[in-house]
């Protein structure tokens, strides 16, 4: 079965620190990935994507991803956080070969910097 | 250009009352999706339209929920006899075409209150 998890509700940083938010994935053949942002009382925006290429993607805002075939994994990253960070954070995939134009959605991972 | 619209923005409700949400999507997003969001959790899937093709109600939780789309462009969801379980925020977004890495960008969704 697809699925994507995103195993810590919380990640708490420190400003200026560097900053992982974890994602893991399960889908039929190669996967699209996608990292959302949702700041307090917004809706998501869409930060950054990997389809195929370069392991390390670049996004807004500063944030990276890796993508890691081997692991399943997709982590979020900044290498120094702000403040201004702090929000809910959702990994989604989609299967190359998925015929089901879904996106499959983790649950969310709450960051917070500290000042 | 223009995001994703979403109105209301906050709806308030009394019980066994039918509410109407609309979504007003990305110029030339053949893709548009609805989402509901309890407060601060993860996205659950409602349905999606795409082009003129028959719409995936595969999320939808019960037959009080039903959507439509218009000339292929603006969405409105309704929810008939409103129960107090359906109080969440409920998002729409929109993808420039369904599946694939196409990304989706999300309007600011509409808080529902049933009273």
């Known amino acids: 079965a697809q699925s994507v998890a995103q195993p810590e509700d919380q990640v708490k940083v420190a400003e200026g620190n560097p900053l992982t938010v974890k994602c893991t994935y399960s889908?039929?053949?190669?996967?699209?990935l996608f990292w959302y942002v949702q700041y307090p009382n917004r809706g998501l925006q869409f930060l950054l994507k990997?389809?195929?290429?370069d392991n390390l993607v670049k996004g807004s805002y500063g944030f990276e991803a890796e993508f890691n075939k081997s692991q399943t994994s997709f982590h979020l990253k900044k290498p120094s956080a702000l403040v201004s960070d702090s929000a809910l954070y959702f990994c989604a995939v989609r299967g190359f070969l998925d015929s089901n134009y879904q996106l499959i959605w983790g649950a969310g991972t709450k960051l917070i910097i500290k000042p | 250009g223009a995001g994703v619209s979403q109105s209301p923005s906050n709806k308030v409700t009394e019980k066994g009352k039918d509410v109407e949400l609309r979504c007003d999507p990305i110029s030339g997003h053949t893709a548009l999706y609805w989402y509901r969001q309890s407060l601060g959790q993860g996205l659950e899937f409602l349905i999606y339209?795409?082009?003129?093709?028959?719409?995936?109600k595969s999320g939808l939780p019960s037959d009080r929920f039903s959507a439509e789309r218009t000339g292929g462009s603006v969405s409105t969801l309704t929810i008939q006899r409103t129960q107090q379980e359906d109080s969440a925020v409920y998002l729409c977004a929109s993808s420039l075409v369904a599946g694939g890495a196409s990304e989706q960008y999300f309007g600011p969704g509409t808080r529902l209150t049933v009273t």
């Open positions: 889908v039929s053949g190669n996967p699209y």
């Open positions: 339209f795409q082009g003129n093709s028959a719409p995936d």
């Open positions: 990997y389809i195929t290429g």
